[in-house]
């Protein structure tokens, strides 16, 4: 095996794909043979960095530096001046890269954006390992936990005792024990009366992300298949299921073909399939494409999606846990929510718990979106403030602007107002204060920015979203859509808040899924803080 | 038995069975929880939300359709907060729906309707919302407004569930969410069976009959035009309950004197030919028992059952009696027996007949049903039409005297009249075959084990025949086509298995309940209903002096005039007929799989 003096990553993500990431590796290869430098630098793929909008990102190790919207052209200059002559390229965007995976967030750092540390335990190889390698994979302690559940023979319940211990909520938005889903899971009767196993149980990663904003998952999946392959084989043996699938959004090009080749080779390596490590365990999962429906986020509506069926939501109860899909047990887990059961066994439920806070242990990944100055990824504690978020992380609002709100959770959010910028991200904080944590998304809304605008945008999200089953939900989206599009033409109605509120509620209060169920929060959010905006104009004629 | 659940609705304590939902309780205690998609014959479709309840202890209101009751759960069906939402949600279904009521041929029995006038609505809170999309023209049964369509599913589900058709189903989604068929090429290129259980079920009048009123007045108002009418057996039974009659209550007569009221020019009856299919239909099954023919022999006179069959069973296309329905028997005879006996010019005949049924418009314009030399049934009513054209014509129907039915094609025997309920057909082929076979008639003409509304029912009789000894019979009736198509795999399977079937003769009405059931009966009708009207045909059978149709004189002059005898070369020119494999995506025929009349009598 060759040692190399310099290594030089290319994260790969649709962003970097598109801005031609691979025309700049196949130069970048080409220049360095040429140059007979191929022995000495090596060029890898990695997962994302997780940033938006900043072209071809490369990165020099162990110089640490980032290079941004580097060009096919760019390539000699940074040979000839980085690696060379070892000094930063004048003239190209750059920055230092911040340590991702070690840094203390308990200190306040005052750093902004690229380089402001972050804690990783979800993302900590998406953006340092070649994802489609398996074996970079476990040479960064890629299936180590696995390792330890089957090797030191660790019983199902104990592994779901360490992660009830944890203290882990399903990070797709509800929130939810995954511990006590996954022990339901376990315990749920089989139609029979007797406690079901094997073929009968199912465990489902719910990969159909969908919320406006929300880009996690996807970077993820890109970023490290592998962790999911782990966490789901972890989860199987927990709840006795033989068979997992993993429903992948359909968009998901990257995420699908590397999720694939994931597979592949962990099967070629024993990680999957038959008599895993050589023992009695034997676990397989196959990947199912969406056909892109946001209510298929929805876990019933996924079952049913999965199960060759129209994507409505079912009746609940009974729930997935005991009759999920085919009408078995089935665990749904969130793509991030998996993602931290591996650092969970390797580590510890104690440590788990050190991170974050008392009542929502561990980090969040959160996507940063709109009038900031670094747009993209990261994960960050539990109980990080908003502003910190906005401020330090995301480099605060772009051209020096004023921050007006932010947009929590996606488009089933809250808008939250300038006094809430210092609100802790974790679930309990948020509900306090009248909002969601939800997916994860943070979107930035400068002074200028019309609620008016945003809220009507989000309505017709959730008028072109809604399954239809619903009569509440088909026709409340549709009639909220038009009060908000007059008011928007100030040519609102007296009274039209006051209705498109009520027209909320009842959709909350009758509809029978989360996305009827959701319009509620925008709606109320931007109408509590910024009820100037909705003004009617008492002699303006409706609109026809 | 399974485990009972203790809860409080209302106030008041009741026990009911695990598993029941908590509309479904308060029903059981008397308390009917407002509702609009919730129909008590099928699986909660949970579309409209209107009839949430609260729950203690939950913290939001709860669709009682579709929760199931937990042991002391305590309920509220009504508040403040449960009539405001109920209100809205009705509110916001009338924003979407064609508002058409006083053309709508659900006026008056429709559900939203109902409920809107019951509850008060403010009909003008929201914008309405209708998206100009074309009525479904396509079928010559049922015709789809999806302006009026309110997305319920009912019409989906029956057609799944009830009837294991799957011709619709729920496309696009959101306010998008729209009844289609396959491709959405339309009801008439697709597997429907034209039965027309979603025009029952369907809460509005989004789904109705092919209207040919006003056919059949132009016809009547015609100098030109002699206008001959039949009326099926269960016709008599399901009017009265559209004149504030008691339901099950007969009124032949009423009906007879309407019809010349409305100005027909002959007034027959469809039940004289259900006793010539009889005689034609026992002398085919005698002929199969006795010659080793295909068994079993199943009957042909439903005509969403024949497309049903042609479509998921053409395989068991041979087993089907080639006996044309009464209502196509009817029509070629009026074209040729009746012009001849009347020496009237068969071009100036007007075929109608009034039926229970949307599929019989289906049938009568298949383009083999033309035996006479002209089309056999030119018009097909359904009992709602009629209906109307009563309403139309301003006649009082419950104040009009009884009136006789023309002579020649009207009389009729018990065994017709039952013809209108499932195992009717069965019982009165029983009767007949039982006195050809023996040469003597049955001790007890009723034959209880094939009656009722049992899904499939199975009757074993031993039938002491002239020179063959004593015949075992077994027998089937399925009403409904999911249990059709459970009784038709069984079948298929034995004879697969086996080479043969355990049945010798079996009974399928598409409609669950038979004939007065069909889906061109009365609206809003729930299933135990029409147990109900089949009461009354059994009532009118029993108080007949004659109840098996070997001995209706009818029948018996038109075998010496015409036909000559059951089953005779002329009988399978004019009676009988053949059968199509059809498409399962657009309901087309594909070949044909049973001989051509011709050919039948060898």
């Known amino acids: 095996m060759s040692i190399y003096r310099t290594h030089i990553l290319l994260p790969i993500d649709e962003g970097t794909v598109l801005a031609g990431v691979f025309e700049v590796k196949r130069r970048l290869e080409n220049e360095l043979k040429t140059r007979k430098l191929d022995k000495e630098i090596k060029v890898l793929e990695s997962g994302t960095v997780g940033l938006v909008g900043k072209g071809v990102i490369l990165t020099v190790y162990p110089d640490r530096m980032y290079y941004f919207q580097v060009k096919e052209n760019d390539v000699a200059r940074i040979i000839d001046e980085h690696l060379l002559k070892g000094r930063v390229v004048a003239g190209l965007a750059h920055a230092p890269v911040a340590d991702m995976a070690t840094a203390a967030t308990a200190e306040k750092s005052a750093k902004v954006g690229l380089t402001r540390e972050q804690r990783r335990v979800v993302l900590d190889k998406t953006w340092t390992v070649d994802p489609q390698n398996i074996n970079e994979v476990l040479a960064a302690g890629g299936y180590r936990a696995l390792e330890k559940i089957l090797g030191d023979s660790l019983s199902p319940e104990q592994v779901i005792e360490e992660v009830k211990k944890s203290g882990l909520r399903g990070r797709g938005g509800a929130g939810f024990p995954t511990g006590m889903k996954w022990e339901f899971t376990r315990k749920a009767q089989s139609s029979a009366g007797r406690t079901a196993t094997g073929t009968e149980k199912y465990i489902i990663c719910n990969a159909d992300e969908g919320e406006p904003g929300t880009f996690k998952d996807r970077l993820i999946l890109e970023g490290d298949p592998h962790k999911l392959i782990e966490a789901m084989t972890i989860a199987a043996y927990a709840i006795g299921a033989g068979r997992g699938y993993v429903y992948i959004r359909g968009e998901y090009e990257l995420s699908i073909e590397r999720m694939q080749a994931a597979i592949d080779q962990a099967r070629e390596f024993n990680l999957l399939g038959a008599n895993i490590l050589e023992t009695d365990f034997s676990f397989d999962l196959q990947i199912k494409k969406g056909a892109g429906a946001y209510v298929c986020g929805e876990e019933t509506a996924l079952i049913e999606s999965l199960e060759g069926k129209r994507g409505n939501p079912r009746v609940k109860p009974p729930y997935p846990v005991s009759h999920g899909l085919w009408q078995k047990p089935t665990a749904v887990n969130n793509v991030e929510t998996l993602a931290n059961i591996p650092a969970i066994i390797s580590n510890g439920a104690g440590w788990f718990r050190n991170i974050g806070t008392d009542k929502c242990p561990g980090t969040k990944v959160f996507t940063i979106l709109g009038h900031v100055e670094y747009p993209g990824l990261i994960e960050t504690d539990m109980g990080t403030s908003l502003r910190e978020i906005i401020f330090s992380f995301g480099g605060g609002i772009k051209g020096g602007k004023k921050f007006k709100a932010a947009l929590l959770g996606g488009a089933a959010g809250v808008f939250l107002p300038e006094p809430l910028l210092d609100v802790k991200m974790d679930f309990e904080s948020l509900k306090e204060n009248k909002a969601v944590l939800g997916s994860g998304a943070v979107l930035v809304m400068n002074e200028d920015t019309s609620i008016v605008d945003m809220l009507f945008s989000i309505a017709k999200f959730f008028a072109h979203e809604s399954c239809g089953q619903c009569s509440p939900c088909r026709i409340g989206t549709q009639q909220i859509l038009q009060i908000i599009y007059r008011i928007r033409q100030g040519k609102g109605l007296p009274g039209d808040p006051e209705t498109m509120l009520n027209l909320a509620e009842t959709m909350f209060k009758s509809s029978l899924c989360p996305l009827g169920q959701s319009l509620i929060m925008p709606i109320k959010s931007a109408l509590e803080h910024f009820p100037e905006e909705f003004k009617v104009n008492n002699n303006n004629e409706v609109n026809p | ?602």
């Open chain 2, 1 to 602: 038995m399974s485990k009972q659940i203790q809860l409080t609705i209302d106030g008041k304590e009741i026990s009911v069975e695990a598993g029941t939902t908590i509309l479904e309780a308060a029903r059981q205690l008397g308390i009917l929880i407002p509702s609009l998609c919730y129909h008590p014959n099928l699986r909660p479709t949970a579309s409209c939300g209107v009839c949430v309840v609260e729950v203690a202890g939950m913290p939001g209101p709860k669709r009682s359709c579709c929760t199931p009751v937990e042991a002391g759960m305590k309920v509220a069906t009504n508040s403040r907060q449960l009539r405001s939402l109920r209100k809205t949600l009705v509110e916001l279904v009338l924003s979407n729906h064609a508002t058409e009521c006083p053309t709508c041929v659900a006026n008056g029995k429709c559900e939203l309707q109902d409920l809107a006038n019951a509850m008060g609505v403010d009909f003008d809170r929201f914008q309405l919302i209708v998206d100009d999309k074309p009525i479904d023209e396509s079928s010559p049964s049922v015709h789809r407004d999806p302006k009026k369509c309110i997305a319920c599913g009912r019409c989906v589900t029956v057609c799944s569930d009830i009837q294991s058709v799957f011709a619709i189903d729920m496309v696009n989604r959101g306010f998008e969410v729209n009844v289609n068929t396959f491709f959405k090429e339309g009801l008439g290129q697709s597997s429907c069976v034209n039965c027309g259980q979603c025009t029952v079920f369907c809460p509005t009048g989004a789904l109705r009959e092919r209207n040919e009123t006003d056919d059949v007045w132009d016809a009547i108002l015609d100098p030109g035009k002699i206008v001959v009418v039949q009326e099926a057996p269960s016709i008599r039974v399901t009017l009265a309950e559209e004149f504030g009659m008691e339901m099950g209550t007969v009124t032949v007569g009423k009906m007879y004197a309407a019809l010349k009221k409305i100005g027909f020019d002959y007034v027959f009856d469809t039940n004289f030919t259900a006793d010539l299919t009889i005689m034609e239909e026992g002398t085919e099954l005698i002929e199969r028992v006795k010659g080793g023919g295909l068994l079993p022999l199943i009957t042909s006179c439903s005509p969403g059952w024949v497309k049903f069959m042609e479509t998921y069973f053409p395989d068991l296309a041979g087993h089907t009696s080639t006996c044309k329905s009464p209502q196509q028997m009817f029509g070629t005879m009026v074209k040729t027996y009746f012009a001849k006996e009347k020496n009237l010019d068969p071009a100036k005949i007007v075929s109608v007949s009034i039926m229970p049924c949307t599929a019989k418009k289906f049938e009568a314009r298949r383009p083999e049903m033309c035996d006479s030399g002209y089309r056999d049934v030119d018009y097909v009513l359904t009992t709602r039409e009629f209906v109307r054209m009563i309403k139309e014509a301003k006649i009082d129907f419950k104040s009009l005297p009884d009136e006789s039915p023309d002579e020649l094609m009207a009389s009729y025997t018990g065994a017709a009249t039952i013809f209108g309920a499932t195992g009717g057909v069965m019982e009165a082929a029983i009767r007949s075959a039982y006195f050809l076979l023996a040469g003597k008639n049955l001790d007890n003409l009723d034959i209880q084990a094939v009656r009722g509304l049992d899904g499939i029912k199975e009757a074993t009789l031993t039938i002491p025949a002239q020179g063959l000894g004593d015949l075992p019979v077994k027998v089937a009736v399925a009403h409904g086509l999911d249990n059709a198509r459970t009784l038709m795999d069984k079948v298929r399977e034995q004879i697969r298995a086996t080479g043969k079937s355990e049945y010798a003769f079996i009974e399928i009405m598409a409609c669950p309940g038979g004939c007065v059931g069909g889906g061109g009966q009365p609206y809003g009708s729930v299933i135990a209903d029409r147990a109900r009207r089949g009461q009354g045909l059994y009532r009118e059978d029993k108080g007949m002096a004659k109840r098996q149709s070997h001995e209706n004189p009818g029948v018996t002059l038109i075998y010496e005039k015409f036909l000559k005898h059951p089953g005779s070369e002329i009988s399978h020119k004019l009676l009988h007929t053949c059968f199509f494999e059809r498409s399962l995506l657009n309901g087309s025929c594909v070949k044909e799989v049973t001989k051509k009349h011709a050919e039948h009598h060898n």
